[in-house]
């Protein structure tokens, strides 16, 4: 409305204008009348037998009829100022104020779809991080499950091959001892058998003591 201003002011001194230069033609014509429009109407009248009436000549000027001309565009205008121009103005005051309230409530909407789509794009680029990073993380976990697995799994095989094993070994060296107890009783008992008279108890003991050890000794554990 700021730039229509001006040329309201304008509109109205022009108006004005023409209104004091017509009102002054007029006023000039009436005091002064043309030669050729003067003798027109006098030979009108004396035609008719009427007496001439004055000819308004517009390029006379007449103080009176330009200042009431004045007075009555003065209070037109005033009137036309309170009940138009007034009207008017804040019609186009209250649009441009309107047009800019939208212009600002659009820009406002803009920066906030802006913020909105900066932020949701801002959380999809960390819910992808976190997505990342917890697949990272199972990834991780994964592999030292497989490994503790394996490591569990390793240390158990080990562990009963060790004892079955030892079991063997054990089971081996008791069944040797054992055999060579036997072997050693057989051949105690044989040899007392042959020899019954000349052992004593004492000396068939110490000779199954001694072919035990021996036998002992001689066993796969022991190599």
Same mark, same amino acid.
């Given at each position: 409305?700021?730039?229509? &201003?001006? +040329?309201?002011?304008?509109?109205?001194?022009?108006?004005?204008?023409?209104a004091?230069?017509?009102?002054?033609?007029?006023?000039?014509?009436?005091?002064?009348?043309?030669?050729?429009?003067?003798?027109?109407?006098?030979h009108? $009248?004396?035609t008719?037998?009427?007496?001439?009436?004055?000819?308004?000549?517009?390029?006379?000027?007449?103080?009176?009829?330009a200042?009431?001309?004045?007075?009555?565009?003065?209070?037109?205008?005033?009137?036309?100022?309170? +009940?138009?121009?007034?009207?008017?103005?804040?019609?186009?005051?209250?649009? %441009?104020?309107?047009?800019?309230? *939208?212009?600002? $409530?659009?820009?406002?909407?803009?920066?906030?779809?802006?913020?909105?789509?900066?932020?949701?794009?801002?959380?999809?680029?960390?819910?992808?991080?976190?997505?990342? %990073?917890?697949?990272?993380?199972?990834?991780?976990?994964?592999?030292?499950?497989?490994? &503790?697995?394996?490591?569990?799994? %390793?240390?158990?095989?080990?562990?009963?091959?060790?004892? $079955?094993?030892?079991?063997?070994? &054990?089971?081996?060296?008791s069944? @040797?001892?054992?055999?060579?107890?036997?072997?050693?009783?057989?051949? @105690?008992?044989?040899?007392?058998?042959v020899?019954?008279? *000349?052992?004593?108890?004492?000396? &068939?003991?110490?000779?199954?003591?001694?072919?035990?050890?021996?036998? $002992?000794?001689?066993?796969?554990? *022991?190599?």
């Open positions: 409305m700021s730039a229509l &201003q001006p +040329f309201v002011r304008w509109l109205m001194l022009g108006c004005m204008l023409v004091v230069t017509g009102a002054a033609s007029l006023a000039i014509g009436a005091e002064h009348p043309s030669d050729e429009a003067a003798s027109a109407a006098s009108e $009248a004396t008719h037998g009427e007496a001439p009436e004055p000819v308004l000549n517009p390029l006379v000027f007449d103080p009176d009829l200042i009431y001309t004045a007075i009555i565009f003065a209070v037109l205008l005033a009137v036309l100022w309170k +009940f138009a121009w007034g009207p008017i103005t804040e019609a186009l005051d209250a649009r %441009e104020k309107a047009v800019a309230d *939208n212009i600002a $409530a659009a820009e406002a909407k803009h920066e906030e779809a802006k913020g909105l789509l900066a932020a949701h794009e801002a959380r999809l680029a960390t819910a992808k991080e976190e997505v990342r %990073e917890m697949l990272e993380e199972a990834r991780r976990d994964a592999e030292a499950t497989k490994s &503790q697995i394996l490591s569990e799994a %390793e240390a158990a095989a080990k562990s009963r091959h060790d004892r $079955a094993v030892r079991d063997i070994e &054990q089971a081996r060296d069944a @040797v001892r054992t055999l060579a107890e036997t072997s050693a009783n057989l051949a @105690v008992d044989l040899a007392g058998k020899i019954a008279q *000349n052992l004593s108890t004492d000396q &068939q003991a110490e000779l199954v003591r001694e072919a035990t050890t021996k036998l $002992a000794n001689t066993s796969p554990s *022991n190599n």
